[in-house]
T-cell receptor
Framework: KQEVTQIPAALSVPEGENLVLNCSFTDSAIYNLQWFRQDPGKGLTSLLLIQSSQREQTSGRLNASLDKSSGRSTLYIAASQPGDSATYLCAVKNNFNKFYFGSGTKLNVKP | DTAVSQTPKYLVTQMGNDKSIKCEQNLGHDTMYWYKQDSKKFLKIMFSYNNKELIINETVPNRFSPKSPDKAHLNLHINSLELGDSAVYFC???????????????FGQGTRLTVV
């Protein structure tokens, strides 16, 4: 059974820092991996999607990498801003349309 | 236009009641999901439907019954609500992997259910 782990569980950084969020998964037979952002009391917003054949995806200040063989993905946030404060969730999709989520990293960017 | 919409956004009800949460997507996706997010923010899949057919049914009490009248809708009905059912329930949709390689998932805003 697929298990997804995210570390750290919480992260507090001053504004302007570059930071890395980690996601690991136990079964490398994934179809894709998706990073989401969740604001308090809100739904999930898709940030980046990486297909299993891809190594990385970039969108603005965000860069996500995928190393399928080692079961790892990282989300890199450059020049963090207070508006980046949220919980970041990693989800892997298997070949049977099922998504498995990590428990998230709660990020606080201090002004 | 909201891609995946859930109603209601908040639901407070007493133990023992029966309630429904509705979900609609206008993305033309053929797969829809229900997830439960517990107090520790962990998202766990409950059900998945593909073209109105149940394809994933995780270990949830049979008091929870999904219904998909058509491809664009997946409603969740809960009988005899219990205190432990309090959580945020998220609906999601995606194209099936076979039909669209990208198969990105989109989520609704969630329904915060509180059972008192």
């Amino acid at each position: 059974k697929q298990e997804v782990t995210q570390i750290p569980a919480a992260l507090s950084v001053p504004e302007g820092e570059n930071l890395v969020l980690n996601c690991s998964f136990t079964d490398s037979a994934i179809y894709n991996l998706q990073w989401f952002r969740q604001d308090p009391g809100k739904g999930l917003t898709s940030l980046l999607l990486i297909q299993s054949s891809q190594r990385e995806q970039t969108s603005g200040r965000l860069n996500a990498s995928l190393d399928k063989s080692s079961g790892r993905s990282t989300l890199y946030i450059a020049a963090s801003q207070p508006g980046d404060s949220a919980t970041y969730l990693c989800a892997v999709k298997n070949n049977f349309n099922k998504f498995y989520f990590g428990s998230g990293t709660k990020l606080n960017v201090k002004p | 236009d909201t891609a995946v919409s859930q109603t209601p956004k908040y639901l407070v009800t007493q133990m023992g009641n029966d309630k429904s949460i509705k979900c609609e997507q206008n993305l033309g996706h053929d797969t829809m999901y229900w997830y439960k997010q517990d107090s520790k923010k962990f998202l766990k899949i409950m059900f998945s439907y593909n073209n109105k057919e149940l394809i994933i049914n995780e270990t949830v009490p049979n008091r929870f019954s999904p219904k998909s009248p058509d491809k664009a809708h997946l409603n969740l009905h809960i009988n005899s609500l219990e205190l432990g059912d309090s959580a945020v329930y998220f609906c999601a949709s995606s194209p099936s992997s076979r039909r669209k390689p990208r198969a990105e998932a989109f989520f609704g805003q969630g329904t915060r259910l509180t059972v008192v």
